[in-house]
C-alpha cells in the first residue's frame, strides 16, 4: 500500500515536471502583458515567442511590446516596423483588446516626438539655435528613448542659456543632461553630435561660474585681474561673454578698452535679449574711460606732430605726460627733452631705453626718428652756444641788431647764452616780446647768479630803454583811444547843445555850430554867426553873443577835458574869419576909427588855398575892396573876444552865393558909419 503510493507519487511529480510548456507560455504572455499595461516603460519579453499572425490576439500584443522595446532601446525601425503591423491590421481588431489602444496611442506619439527631436537636433547642430516654444513638443520628455531624451534636455538648456535664464540653464545641463550622460545605460557617443556639445557647454558653465565670481568681486572692488571671454563668446547669451570683455578691459583700459568695446559693440547688435542693468552701467564706465585716454592720445598726437614738423614745441603748448602704451610714454619722454634739453633731454633718453629693454614695443617710423631727433639735439648742445656766441659778436658790433636772416633755439644749456638769445629776441621785437623776454631774464640771473659780462649788461639796458618806451607809446595810445571814443560821442552831440543855447536868446541872426574832430583827441567847432539887420539897429557885432559862445566852450568844453595848464588850455584859441560874398563893393566910410594896424596877421582862404599873410596898410575908416570889409569884420570879432582874455586868430573867406554886401547893407551888410559885423 505504501509502496504503491509512493510510486504514485513520484509518477505525478514526474509528470508535473516534465508537461509540455504551452499552457505554460499562455500563462508567462498574459503576466507579461499586464506588468506591460502597468509599465510606461520596457518589460522582459525575452521568454515570450512570436505568436503566428492568425492568432490575432496574441500577435497585436506581442506586436506592440515588442515595438515599445525596440523603441526604448533606440531600434526605431523595427519599432516601426512592428506598428506598421499593428496598423495594417487595424483598430478593429485591438479595439476590444483592454488596455491596448491607449498604450498604442502613447507609443505613437513618443515615436512622433522622437522625430521631432531629432529634426531639431540636426538644426541645433548645425546652428545652435532653437527656442523654447519650438522645443514643447508634446510627450518629448516623457520618451523612454535615452538619446531623445538627452537631446531635448541639451537644447533646452540651450534655449534657457539664450534667453538669459542661467539658473534654468545649469539645472537642465547639470541634473538631466549629465544624470543621463553618467548614471544611465546611455551611451554618449552613440549620440549624433552630443559629446562635443556636452564639452562645450561644460566649458561654457565652468567659464559662466568663473566669469560671476571675477564680476562680483569686481562690482565691489572695483578691481580686475582680467578674464578670458573667448569660451563665453559664441553664444547666443552675450551677457557672460559682454561681461567677460568688461572684466578683461579693466585689467589695463589703456591697452585693452578700445577693442573691448568693438567686441561688446558686436556681441550687442547681435543679440535680441536687453542686458542687465549692471552690466550697461559698466559699459558706459567703460566708455568714458576710453574716451579720456582717447583724448589724452590727441593732445600727445598734435604736440608730436609739431615736433616733427619744427623740431620743437610752442611754449605752452599741453600734452599728457603719463601714458599707459609704450609707443605713447616713448613720445611724451621725447617731447619732454624737446621741451627742456638741458635738465631733461639725457635723463629721458635713459627712460626710453629702458623702456624698450624691457617691453621691446614696435615702433614706427615717426617715432623712432623723434628717437634720433632728440639724441641729436643733445649732442649738438655745446656745438649750438659756440654758434650763439659768433652770432652774439656780430649782434653787439651791429648796436643791436642783425642784418639778414637768423635762427635760435628755444632753449640753451647755459644760463649765459640764454640770456644773450633772449636779449637778441628782446631787441628785434621790444614791444609785443620785450617785457616777457627781460621778466624771464631778470629770474635766470637771479636764479643762476650768472656773473654777466659788460657787453651783454649793456644790451639788456639797452633793451629795457626800449621796453620802457614801447610802454609809453603803448599807455598814449589807449589814451588816446579813450578819449577819441568820448570825444566822438560827446562832440556832436555838444554841438547841438550849443548852437540850440547860443540861438535862444535876443540875437537878431541865427548862429550855426558845427563839430569836427581834430587829430586824436582834438575838439573844433566851427561857429558861424551870420550878419543881418533882422532888428536894425546897427550893432556892431553882437557881444552877448559872444560871452556866450566863449562861455560854454570853457566850461562844456575846456572844463570837462582840460585841467589846471594842460596843453588843451594854453593852446585854446578861437579863429574869427570875415566873409564876403565876393561881388563888387563900392566902398564905405565909417565914423568911427578901426584901429587895424598895418601889417595885421590874418589867415586868407579860398578855394584854392589857404596862407598866412599881412596887411598892407592899417585899415582906419575907410574900407575900399571885399578884402578890406573882410578883414574888418573879423577885427571886429577879435575885439570883442579878446575882451574876455581869448586868444583870437582872425582870416578872411568869401561866400558865392550871399548877396552883394554894400554900404546900404543887406544880408552880411553892415548899417552906414557902422564898423562891419564879422563870421566865427
Known sequence: MNTILRILTGIAFIVGTTLPSAQGQVLNFEDTWKKFLQEEKTVNISQIARPSKNETYMYLRWC????????????????EELMMEIEMIGPKAYGPIPGFAM?????????????AVDALWTRFLRRHDVTLRELDIDRATEVCELGTLAKHR????????????????????????????????????????LPAEISRFKVIFKSLTDVNLAWKDFMVTGQSIGFDPTPLEKNCNPSPAIKGHI????????????????????????????????????????????????????????????FMTRDTLRQGIDYPHELCRAESQIRSWILDGAVDPCNLGQERLER???????????????????IRKLEQRIQNLDADIRQLDRLWATFIAADDTLNGSFSLLPSYCDATAQIKAWTMLGHFDPCSAGHTLMGKIVKLRRESGVDLAQDVVCSIS????????????????EAKRLTEAERNTFGPLSATVMEGELNSGQHP??????????????????????????????MIGYPALYRQMVSWVQQEVLGRYCEGRMRCTEEFYVYAEGHTEGGKFPGARYFKDLDIPIKTPYLKNDEKESVTLGTRKAITTELKSNHDLAVARAWAAKEELEGFGVDVIIGTGNIPNMKPAGIQGGQGGAEPGQPPHGFL
Open 462 to 477: 639797452r633793451l629795457d630803454a626800449k621796453i620802457w618806451d614801447c610802454r609809453y607809446w603803448e599807455l598814449v595810445a
Open 154 to 193: 541639451f537644447m533646452l538648456a540651450q534655449a534657457h542659456f539664450c534667453a538669459g535664464d542661467e539658473d534654468k540653464a545649469r539645472e537642465d545641463f547639470e541634473r538631466r543632461v549629465m544624470i543621463l550622460a553618467e548614471r544611465t545605460s546611455l551611451k554618449i557617443e552613440d549620440v549624433d553630435g
Open 64 to 79: 506592440l511590446m515588442f515595438a515599445n522595446n525596440h523603441f526604448c532601446a533606440n531600434k526605431i525601425e523595427q519599432a
Open 103 to 115: 498604450r498604442y496611442d502613447d507609443l505613437v506619439a513618443k515615436i512622433k516626438a522622437y522625430h
Open 247 to 306: 572684466l578683461k578691459a579693466a585689467s589695463n583700459v589703456c591697452e585693452l578698452g578700445t577693442e573691448a568695446l568693438v567686441d561688446i559693440d558686436r556681441l550687442r547688435s547681435a543679440a535680441s535679449q536687453s542686458l542687465p542693468r549692471d552690466v550697461t552701467d559698466k559699459i558706459a564706465w567703460l566708455k568714458n574711460q576710453v574716451a579720456t585716454y582717447d583724448a589724452d592720445l590727441a593732445l600727445l598726437d598734435r604736440a608730436w606732430k609739431e
Open 352 to 370: 626710453v631705453k629702458q623702456l624698450r629693454a624691457q617691453k621691446n614695443p614696435v615702433l614706427d617710423a615717426s617715432t623712432l626718428s623723434g
Open 509 to 538: 541872426c541865427f548862429t550855426t555850430v558845427s563839430y569836427m574832430p581834430m587829430s586824436f583827441v582834438g575838439i573844433r567847432y566851427l561857429i558861424t554867426a551870420e550878419l543881418c539887420e533882422q532888428t536894425g539897429d546897427g
